[in-house]
């Protein structure tokens, strides 16, 4: 237990630390966690947040380079969301939109959504998480080929290590073997390709190292060989996330996007991008398909569209599939919180704020451009065996061997190690593996910038003393 058993009431604190832990463990299941490995340790207790920073329940501040999960893109405690949601739940906290009704919120955030997508996209299905919305892609696309009179055509292809949810068709386009081996996972045709990760993936028969571009076209090649393996008629979509986020901010080569466009448009097979983490500005685009150069024809969303101050997410649907439906009949499938009028007042406040301060354009030009250069220097550090950027997320693959990329042993835990430094030293930066990863507030100033990027330099220089201490480096 790192929990002191009294420490100062802090204003507002109704508990200690060490009582909230101990309730927590006793009733709260957390996602993704050891229950038991927790109760041992004690949560960190989140009590507060304001701009980039979040504050425990000992009042320590962290510099939240996460944005809270991938979401709270606008920065902590903006006023205008606060007011939009609290106006809205004075006015009408919920209706549905079921039996022919909608709510003034649930319109205009429509409208908007069809204004700042590209062109392709008029129309949107709102659900209240990504999880949901990828199921909702899942629906979609087999009902898209029902009405096509291809009802054969039902195979999605996603790719290993992808992640995209976690309900049974989230997980199931997911390509975590972790989640799967839980849950006797995938489900029914629902396949995996390999990823484009060149640091782990891009050396030749002979362990040559390949250009990046090569590697991008050799990756996109996987779907084509999938697509053969499987038969053309009978493949219905290719998902992926335009940046792989939870896999490990894994920043394809130039080539392959294009390249995937191409084999889906040559087989006429439904493109679908899942843009939960890349949309609404993170990549220095409003979505990631158009730092890519795709044409999706179903794009998800959630996390950002709120900036995580309430749960809303969603599918934009595009002439083609929206095309089908229209004449297809009643398409049988929604959620009660479909288009929740608070949620939908939420995200109009923060895509207007997003406008407003013109945070798109200043991730493009300003703040993602000098985030690249900055990772750039990182990258001669002695434990950075790569370090990638798009917009505001990035990468750092921590290795014994530079020269050569090896790995540290699995044992060490080094990517967990770097995490305990960052936390000490009050800077989240998630771990997957040994690849630490940032997507900050794209709100962050420079001066913000630099002093998270001293931060984490501070914080790898205390993993390598650690390792040197150890012996391991
Ligand atoms: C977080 C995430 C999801 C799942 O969203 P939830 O709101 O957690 O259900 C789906 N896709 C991607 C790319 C994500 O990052």
Redesign the pocket.
Known sequence: MNARLNPPQKPGATRTTAEWQQTDSAHYLHPFTDSAALARKGARIITRADDIYIWDSEGQKILDAMSG??CVNVGYGRQELIEAATRQLQTLPFYNSFFNTATPPAIELAELLAEITPPQFQHVFFGG??????DTVVRLVRRYWDLQGQPERKVIISRKNA?????MA?ASLGGMSEMHQQGGLPIPDIVHIEQPFWFALGRDERSERLSREEFGRRAASWLEDKIQEIGPGRVAAFIG?PVQ??GGVIVPPSTYWPEIQRICDRHGILLVS?????GFGRTGQWFGCETMGTKPDLM?F??GVTSGYI?L?GVMVGERVAKALANGGEFAHGYTYSGHPVACAVAVANIRLIQREGLVERVREDTGPYLAQRYAELAGHSLVGEAQTCGLMGALQLVRDKTSGAPFPAELAVGMMCRAHCFREGLIMRAVGDRMIIAPPLSMTRAQMDEMLALIRRCLDLTLAELQQKGAF
């Open positions: 999960l991938w998480s990504g999880s949901e919305s990828n992640y995209h949810g976690s309900t989230g996330e986020g939870a899942d843009e939960v983490i890349t998800t959630a996390k749960p997410g």
